[in-house]
T-cell receptor, first 113, second 114 residues
Framework: QQQVKQSPQSLIVQKGGISIINCAYE??????FPWYQQFPGKGPALLIA?????SEKKEGRFTISFNKSAKQFSLHIMDSQPGDSATYFC????????????FGSGTRLQVQP | GAGVSQSPSNKVTEKGKDVELRCDPI?????LYWYRQSLGQGLEFLIY????????KSGLPSDRFSAERTGGSVSTLTIQRTQQEDSAVYLC????????????FGQGTRLTVV
């Protein structure tokens, strides 16, 4: 019930392309779905987050698509740049009860110039 | 403070020794998390503190691991009788209220057990 499954494990995209990372969850009590970006040697940092009352959220080149009925959400990076090369983690949590963030296993993105 | 501070940044210890890892969260943040990240792997949840509530210890891998948070601020993660499989980066994060609020991570403590 606490798992968040993330795919793919790694992704190589050409500069200018679209990067897509997918996550699926089981616990219907989750109501907050953030994406974190981690560069080598650094702690993860919040990239963008969504709540289940909307199906899409866009911030610059980054978009979260959310499908509540399928219990899936995805991160789309438009016009991918070499500087986007990092590890991306999806996560989920609740606003009540057990509120700890549960993370996916991560996706290592490499954007080739 | 400017962000979440963890110390030490690196720790090398001999197998069987005890270690203490420290986390100074952002002032005013009521929620504090500890995660473990093995090389190239994901974030393994260890423990979560929320205000004065009993901590969520469901992720601690064994009774050799314990954590406390004093005065609702600084937290210490203690690993007793360290094993080689404990080698990893230990990340601390804090957030304003837990749940649906942004978690800010520290740089982590890289623990190597030799």
């Amino acid at each position: 019930q606490q798992q968040v499954k993330q795919s793919p494990q790694s992704l190589i995209v050409q500069k200018g392309g679209i990067s897509i990372i997918n996550c699926a969850y089981e616990n219907t009590a989750f109501d907050y779905f953030p994406w974190y970006q981690q560069f080598p040697g650094k702690g993860p940092a919040l990239l963008i987050a969504i709540r289940p009352d909307v199906s899409e959220k866009k911030e610059g080149r980054f978009t979260i698509s959310f499908n509540k009925s399928a219990k899936q959400f995805s991160l789309h990076i438009m016009d991918s740049q070499p500087g986007d090369s990092a590890t991306y983690f999806c996560a989920a949590s609740r606003d009540t009860g057990r509120r700890a963030l549960t993370f996916g296993s991560g996706t290592r993105l490499q954007v080739q110039p | 403070g400017a962000g979440v501070s963890q110390s030490p940044s690196n720790k090398v210890t001999e197998k069987g020794k005890d270690v203490e890892l420290r986390c100074d969260p952002i002032s005013g943040h009521t929620a504090l998390y500890w995660y473990r990240q093995s090389l190239g792997q994901g974030l393994e949840f260890l423990i979560y503190f929320q205000g004065n509530s009993a901590p969520d210890k469901s992720g601690l891998p064994s009774d050799r691991f314990s954590a406390e948070r004093t005065g609702g601020s600084v937290s210490t993660l203690t690993i007793q009788r360290t094993q080689q499989e404990d080698s990893a980066v230990y990340l601390c994060a804090s957030s304003l209220q837990g749940g649906g609020t942004e978690a800010f991570f520290g740089q982590g403590t890289r623990l190597t057990v030799v």
